[in-house]
């Protein structure tokens, strides 16, 4: 009996250590582990630049931001809408590309409006169409992008280069994370908040910590799931997005994300006896909420997977919160992406290259 | 064998006529079709209120209109973001709750700010603290509420009423078309839009002859379906996510909705052969790229589910197009209802009460 209990756990043990090995191998895999030491570099570089753009938006004082964007840089954007809107308490417009590229309808804007491009290629033509009907109509473009040389960059009057190297993966990893601390760099001098300066230069270390969690015994829970949930709130519905987009991509997984609220205006009738649903805890203003709808889940018999919050009969995984709340979602998705990773190929997927999709994506 | 067909016939033609009797008693049912009596009700009695508020907004020149609404009302504030931003080229900012609600922080609203709020209840909490904020910060707040002595009227500058009568049925119908036509009464008498102004008076029979089509052939398809995406573009993509909502709430099905554009940004990986998309095409300019995501979805062997636009091996269904392009969505989701409430009896739900919700949802 004992003899048989040590040779289960070598076998166990050892295709651990094999699919850990064949884990490692991918492109995301690699490009998510790097994000730390681009986003050091990119606080790095970016300082003098960042530091003086602040000072011109301090004294233009812009009435309205607007940020253009898709996809994983889409999600970037919702982080940005709330950062900026709890910090700076500028109003955020999340603009439609359709406006300009389908429907030639130039918006018009008065006053000092802020146009934020935000893409990793800088090529998409919907969002170049949108950038330069911003320009005309005499906003300030500026853009947080990957490739420097891109068009996006050649139209805009100031560049913040997000500064990720080359991504090969399909799916964003550290082209992501790096989008997000530009826009807290730039938040952070915008309102001249020492404090979130101070610790944003211990982000690249607590992004270190957080791709060292081991979220493996999540992934039998997900291995046959067709369809789920992943609820947050606020400052982290960004990143909810970003996980679910994720799981669409490179796991075939239907997941979408809902805000604790806006979920329970219809969308939670779905969630039912066996549903899945993908809890994060971003323990802010917002977990109130949130805990109300993951008891409710637990409370009817859906299956909860919890990020940052213990909850009775839910399968809880390990997160960091040894940080302010605008870092935190930070820390999620950096751990999220080593899972991701890990469930597409257990799920028989190549996260590196997602069925139909393509590095750069063009849409008019 | 004349016979055994004879037979099957009057069985099937009984059993079709057996359902639709059924249909026909639930609340949805007669509520969706109810609408366009109510519609032409409250042509007829906002008219003058609507069109003296439309002068005033011509003097007033408002620079941006931040809407804020959940649930179905959110669906209808993202029609009424594309047809604002396409007819008066006022930037549309669609506001967070959240950010007034839970993390307090009020904008700084600086020149003319319109705040709309859309509800058909007027009561959610975290609605009414974003108004209040609002109001203190200097915008003035117009309000579209079905409960015009709800709090959230009493907070309200000028208040529109939805017209739409009582509804029992958790699943809104006539109050998200009826809100969707005081958008368009709105926005058509903003820009002195003559031709739109007429063509208004025609919906209700517009809607009449919407209702009266049968979408019967696609309850099949429907029937087993777990999870499905909803596309579209621009001034549908609204009642595309409502379509997705009541698919939810309405008949358990995981229905996610997308524009043509961001679906190609990643969510289109996991449309692989056999998956479902129900498509609506409202033949404006986003058709192209709609039609260039429906053949990719055909050639990968998905199943394709068409209104609008006829493709092959997709199963398309009938709608009406007699009209211009900012009143066809308001057709589609019509004859939607009728589909949603006929599918949910078909798959055991009751859909005049979902699982776990009220009708009044309250969200902080």
Same sequence: chains 1, 2.
Avoid at 111 to 121: D, N, P, R
């Amino acid at each position: 009996m004992v003899s048989i209990s040590v040779y289960l756990f070598f076998v166990l043990t050892m295709k651990t250590r094999m699919n850990q090995d064949i884990e490692q191998q991918t492109a995301m895999y690699r490009e998510a582990k790097e994000a730390p030491d681009y986003v050091r570099w990119q606080l790095d570089s970016n300082k003098g630049p960042i530091s003086e753009l602040a000072a011109d938006l301090r004294r233009e004082k812009p009435t309205l931001i607007v940020i253009c964007a898709r996809g994983s840089s889409g999600n970037a954007a919702v982080y940005a809408k709330y950062l900026i809107e709890t910090q700076l308490k500028i109003p955020v417009l999340l603009s439609s590309p359709s406006i300009s590229s389908i429907y030639t309808a130039k918006q018009n804007y008065v006053g000092h409006v802020v146009f934020l491009a935000i893409s990793q290629s800088g090529q998409s033509p919907d969002l170049l169409m949108a950038t330069r009907s911003a320009r005309d109509s005499g906003a300030k473009i500026i853009s947080i992008v990957n490739d420097t040389k891109s068009p996006l960059a050649n139209t805009s009057d100031v560049v913040i280069p997000i500064c990720a190297g080359v991504e090969k993966s399909v799916a964003a990893t550290k082209t992501f994370i790096c989008t997000l601390s530009a826009i807290i760099n730039l938040v952070a001098e915008w309102r001249q908040n020492d404090e979130l300066l101070r610790e944003l230069t211990t982000l690249p270390a607590l992004l270190k910590t957080a791709y060292a969690k081991d979220w493996r015994e999540g992934l039998n829970k997900l291995m046959n799931v067709t369809n789920l949930f992943v609820v947050s709130r606020g400052l982290a519905l960004g990143v909810a997005q970003e996980a679910a987009l994720k799981l669409k991509e490179t796991c075939g997984i239907h997941a979408e994300a809902f805000s604790a609220a806006e979920i329970k205006h219809g969308p939670m009738a779905i969630v039912q006896k066996g549903f899945l649903v993908f809890i994060y805890s971003p323990q802010d203003q917002s977990q109130e909420s949130i805990n109300d709808m993951a008891v409710a889940f637990l409370e009817r018999g859906a299956q909860v997977l919890s990020v940052g919050q213990h909850y009775q009969h839910a399968l809880n995984l390990e997160s960091t919160v040894t940080c302010s709340p605008p870092l935190r979602p930070l820390l999620f998705i950096q751990s999220f992406y080593k899972f991701a990773n890990a469930l597409s190929l257990a799920r028989g997927y190549n996260p590196d290259s997602p069925p139909h999709l393509n590095k750069i994506t063009e849409t008019i």
